[in-house]
């Protein structure tokens, strides 16, 4: 179970420090203030190991979930190569390797690098975790 989630530089000057309890959490705020961000990010990052929407990408620079058995994922854009022209109509792609991936999207290449952290320390693949983790996303409540 997820224990604790630290958000960097959510909107650019947004540090977010939420220790999770183990049987309800409650997410408050007003319109705009970062919640679904928080939620969208979190489970993209859980799903796939990076974050495909370019946009959200661009709205935080780093995630830590941390978990109840000690792994910790690690998140983190590290570079906005806006350098390169690109059409706008450049196919949607991502390329991945062992921890890095670049996607591109309507000119814009945002890198991500995902790490996971196992309880003794030792840096592992996302890829040989995922199968293990179970996400769900209620995407609104009424």
Do not use: M
Not at 8 to 27: A, C
Not at 42 to 62: E, M, N, P, R, W
Request: positive net charge; glycine residues 6%; contains cysteine.
């Amino acid at each position: 179970y997820i224990t604790n989630i630290k958000i960097k530089s959510l909107f650019g000057s947004k540090d977010i420090n939420w220790d999770i309890l183990p049987n309800v959490n409650i997410l408050g705020g007003t319109n705009g203030s970062g919640k679904s961000t928080i939620i969208k990010a979190c489970y993209a990052i859980l799903k796939t190991g990076f974050i495909k929407d370019v946009k959200l990408a661009q709205l935080i620079s780093q995630v830590h979930i941390t978990f109840s058995n000690g792994y910790v994922i690690e998140w983190t854009k590290y570079e906005i190569d806006q350098s390169k022209e690109h059409t706008p109509n450049d196919e949607e792609e991502y390329k991945a390797n062992d921890t890095i991936f670049s996607y591109l999207s309507k000119g814009k290449r945002i890198h991500q690098k995902i790490e996971v952290i196992d309880n003794q320390g030792n840096s592992i693949l996302f890829r040989t975790i995922a199968k293990h983790i179970n996400v769900s996303l209620i995407n609104s409540f009424d």
